[in-house]
């Protein structure tokens, strides 16, 4: 079994960007912080192991929102 990793990260379906966010209070947070902030909207597509995956709306965004995830994950 794969380790689930503590920042979220971007994976590509195909040709769509996607992020994988990890299931824990931090990143969860952050993802409600940060969409709420920059009026971000998200739909999630999957929750594998322990995670969620989600694809951002305006798809230009996904690099920068992921880093600003991560900022604040610590």
Known sequence: MEAVSEKCKIKFDGE????????NDYALAALFEESQANEVFF???????GQMIIQLQDES??????EDLNYNIG
């Open 43 to 49: 739909m999630p597509v999957d929750f594998p192991d």
């Open 61 to 66: 965004y996904t690099e920068q929102f992921v």
């Open 16 to 23: 769509t960007p996607q992020i994988v966010v990890p299931n």
